[in-house]
């Protein structure tokens, strides 16, 4: 069982919104702005699509974006596209151990 | 460009030993924290380890404390993970990955793959 709770999946439509959620405790999400995004396609390696709540590294486009609301964080993906099928996984980080918290992934399909 | 490549994954029985390499080029690997993260086949994210810029500093999950030793060399640009009394539920993809900020990894290898069998 991970530390943080994520749907195993979600779906939706070209051209559609989706958001995945991420719920941990006041220990971790609720107390940290640590958290990040990872993207990663079969047989890949992880991405980082969103670092710190909801900033974008260069090169992410600006489809995802990243939110936070007490012990719960947030990943909106707008304006599906194919390529965005994927597993999603949270991660809330801190400078004291556990050091790294992972959900345990949100497998999206674009239908 | 950023790379990090690691090298050294393979079968193994349990109760041996591997280690693990990570060579890192693209950007100056003394001014980073790194990591090593891994993945059992068809399931999640783990956090393993990691290290301070100087390899002063090392924290391990508690799954693998006391058999698990990161190092680096930084004259070789190179991330390692000594691995012992292996068991096979460390079976995983094993990645390393720089630290962005506060635990945060912001660039990732490809994994190498450790199975842990007899």
């Known amino acids: 069982q991970s530390a943080l709770t994520q749907p195993r999946s979600v779906s939706g439509s070209p051209g559609q919104s989706v958001t995945i959620s991420c719920t941990g405790t006041?220990?971790?999400?609720?107390?940290?702005?640590?958290i990040s995004w990872y993207q990663q396609h079969p047989g890949r390696a992880p991405k980082l699509m969103i670092s710190?709540?909801?900033k974008r590294p260069s090169g992410v486009p600006d489809r995802f974006s990243g939110s936070k609301s007490g012990n719960t964080a947030s990943l909106t993906i707008s304006g599906l596209q194919a390529e965005d099928e994927a597993d999603y996984y949270c991660?809330?980080?801190?400078?004291?151990?556990?050091?790294?918290?992972f959900g345990g992934g949100t497998k999206l399909t674009v239908l | 460009d950023v790379q990090l490549v690691e090298s050294g994954g393979g079968l193994v029985q349990p109760g041996g030993s591997l280690r693990l390499s990570c060579a890192a080029s693209?950007?100056?690997?003394?001014?980073?924290?790194m990591h090593w993260f891994r993945q059992a086949p068809g399931e999640g994210l783990v956090w393993v380890s990691r290290?301070?810029?100087?390899?002063?500093?090392?924290n391990y999950a508690d799954s693998v404390k006391g058999r698990f030793t990161i190092s680096r060399d930084n004259a070789k640009n190179t991330l390692y993970l000594q691995m012992s009394s292996l068991r096979a539920e460390d079976t995983a993809y094993y990645y390393c990955?720089?630290?962005?900020?506060?635990?945060?990894?912001?660039?990732w290898g490809q994994g190498t793959l450790v199975t842990v069998s007899s």
């Open positions: 991660c809330s980080c801190s400078g004291s151990y556990p050091f790294v918290l």
């Open positions: 290290i301070d810029k100087s390899g002063t500093t090392r």
């Open positions: 710190d709540v909801s």
């Open positions: 990955a720089r630290d962005y900020y506060y635990n945060q990894a912001d660039q």
């Open positions: 693209g950007f100056t690997f003394s001014g980073h924290w």
């Open positions: 006041s220990r971790d999400i609720g107390t940290y702005n640590y």
